[in-house]
């Protein structure tokens, strides 16, 4: 994991999007399979049709250790795709996560794997393989343009996806929305006049 993607994963979510004005963040409606998973990488993307994962497992032979699989699956959530036997190859390949503008199966199974998956829930029907679709192509995910090798970061509040030739400027400002923060909840914690104060300034403008 080179420097720059290092440094993401260790930034929440919501700083990132800040740093973005919240025009790169998937729908809402993607989250973890479960609370604690955590990812960043470069994105391959997969554009698919409802139904047809085969362009899903092609990515899987083209993913280099880390890249993030990114698949545009128009938001179907009747058919998945993925179970737990594609996500287990994934993590043999050492891919750093799966995110789709869709759903998954084999739910128990995939939380037992501890690889960051990030979806719209959970289905039981599968998909076909009748060998349509593409990789490493612009798609649609989840309400936003993802390009190959753009930046995504996921975590428990969602995805977002960076730029790939804005990642330095949006980690400074990440960090920097963070220092702010942190400097602003120690000038009002525990201080309940400051608090008032706060309010009535953030209240009264306009």
């Known amino acids: 994991m080179d420097n720059l993607i290092q440094q993401f994963r260790n930034l929440p979510t919501t700083a990132i999007s800040d740093a973005m004005d919240g025009l790169s963040n998937l729908d809402s409606a993607i989250k973890p399979l479960k609370e604690e998973f955590r990812m960043a990488g470069r994105a391959l993307t997969v554009q698919i049709p409802v139904g047809d994962n085969s362009a899903v ?51 128990e199974a995939i939380k037992e794997l501890n690889f960051p998956v990030f979806s719209k829930g959970t289905t039981v029907a599968s998909s076909g393989k009748a060998g349509v679709g593409e990789t490493n192509v612009p798609i649609s995910c989840g309400g936003v343009t993802v390009y190959p090798g753009d930046i995504i970061i996921g975590d428990i509040d969602g995805v977002v996806v960076v730029p790939k030739d804005k990642g330095e400027e949006i980690l400074v400002k990440a960090k920097d929305k963070i220092m702010k923060d942190e400097q602003r909840a120690g000038k009002y914690a525990g201080k309940p006049d400051e608090i008032r104060k706060y309010i009535a300034m953030m209240t009264n403008k306009g």
Do not use: C, H, N, W
């Open 57 to 107: 497992l092609k990515a899987i032979g083209e993913a280099k250790p880390g890249d993030i699989i990114v698949v545009d699956s128009k938001g179907d959530t009747y058919r998945a795709i993925a179970g737990d036997f594609v996500v287990g190859m994934m993590q043999t390949m050492e891919i750093g996560g799966l995110v789709v503008d869709g759903v998954i199966r084999d739910l």
